[in-house]
């Protein structure tokens, strides 16, 4: 792990982040429905799904989801699986959420179906521990942003754009390691 966790300070060099990042404005990020932004591979984030089955992911989206190269990540399937065990089963609509994740993540090709190798958590690791240290967050909210990180670095490692409505984390993101790609959008 030695040489992996080396290779990732190496390239993300952490040691020179002192100051606290700014969220940059929507003008100067890459959205959705931007005609000039179009990315020929998406890692879908979680929001995606959530939205999805909320009914709120923009109208227009949906031509970039039919006609993109779509891949999936395991973190993502972790947050949905968990998102089963939150959900209250006494509540009423509870199984018929459960069932909508479950027809979401059947259709999830095992093929197209991505997880974070070693090199991958080492960098996830040092960007989300950055992001902890120049904005002061909190270890609960470091856990959460690992997982963003995870995501990230994962689209990265194989070249994907992250498709997301979480502008703040994967901009963060995208300030420490621009080698990164991401497509905003908002609902």
């Not at 020929?40 to 909320?54: F, H, K, R």
């Amino acid at each position: 792990m030695s040489s992996e966790l080396e290779r990732s300070l190496r390239r993300l060099k952490p040691e020179k982040r002192r100051q606290q990042l700014k969220v940059r404005s929507d003008a100067e990020l890459p959205f959705l429905e931007d005609k000039s932004h179009r990315a020929g591979s998406l890692l879908y984030d979680t929001t995606v799904y959530i939205d999805i089955l909320q009914g709120r992911f923009p109208g227009g989206g949906d031509l970039l989801l039919r006609s993109a190269d779509a891949w999936h990540s395991t973190v993502a399937g972790t947050e949905l699986a968990s998102a089963c065990g939150l959900l209250d089963p006494s509540h009423v609509g509870s199984r018929g959420v459960i069932r909508r994740i479950l027809a979401i993540v059947d259709r999830v090709s095992p093929y197209r179906m991505l997880a974070p190798d070693r090199q991958t958590w080492c960098d996830a690791g040092i960007l989300a521990g950055t992001i902890a240290r120049l904005q002061g967050v909190s270890r609960t909210e470091l856990r959460r942003i690992l997982n963003d990180a995870l995501i990230f670095a994962t689209a990265r490692r194989f070249g994907h754009t992250v498709l997301t409505r979480n502008i703040v984390d994967f901009d963060l993101l995208h300030q420490l390691d621009p080698s990164g790609k991401v497509l905003f959008y908002r609902v």
